[in-house]
């Protein structure tokens, strides 16, 4: 049996339904703003600041949902569609995020470390200031292909150690990102912002970055898109593209 939870929230009027078993709103008047003690688990109606860290929520339609602040922790989000979703400042550490739908969702300031996006579609995405630390972007040993951040914002995010072999990033912004030691091999980079990015210990091992903006960048011991290393080609990988 699923373990109950408390938690104060606004009584609001109307009952939506989550995978066949939704959280009954408190009712009252139009409009009204009285609070009630309600019960809720992982099959509760979303809202912002919901505790659902660990909850099973395979293919779920998360559309539209509003989950800022949401504790997303270690939760299985396989396969679930969170297109639009508004997920500002969500804890999803450690979160299973494969094959998910995440397009045009609002991931500003949102918490990643160590989720999995394998096959995740972030086209649209919006992750300013997001931390993406250690995200697993496809598995080594499925090979299957990396997460699609097509024009996904991630200005400032810190990308440290993300496994994003194979990975989209066409016209992304990536403007100020921490990429200390991802793994970048074979990522589309075509027409992405990477002004002030940190590329230290990178592996651009078959990269394209063909049009991308490269005003800025810290080189160190990156490994350019040709294979060899920014320290023996003046400290810079912009002339050894591929």
Known sequence: ???????????????????????????????????????YSCSATPYPEIDLAGCGLKNHNLAGAH???????????SGAHLQQAHLTGANLTGAN????????????????????????????????AANLTAILG??????????????ATLTAA?????DLFGANLTSALLIDANLTEPDLIDANLTDADL????????????????YAVLTGVSWSNTTCPDGTNSDSDGHTCANNLG
């Open 195 to 210: 002004f002030g990015a940190n590329l230290t210990g990178a592996d651009l091992s078959g990269a394209n970055l063909s």
């Open 1 to 39: 049996m699923l373990s109950k939870k408390i938690l104060v929230i606004p009584a609001v009027v109307g009952v939506l339904a989550l995978g066949g078993a939704g959280l009954a709103a408190a009712t009252g008047a139009t409009g009204s703003t009285s609070t009630a003690n309600v019960a």
């Open 138 to 151: 496809i598995t080594l040993t499925s090979k299957l292909r990396g997460p699609n951040l097509t024009g």
């Open 67 to 77: 989950l800022a602040t949401a504790d997303l922790a270690n939760a299985d989000l």
């Open 97 to 128: 995020l494969t094959g998910t739908t995440l397009t045009s969702a609002v991931l500003t300031g949102a918490d990643l470390p160590g989720a999995n996006l394998t096959g995740a579609t972030l086209t649209g995405a919006n992750l300013t």
């Open 158 to 162: 810190n990308l440290t150690a993300a």
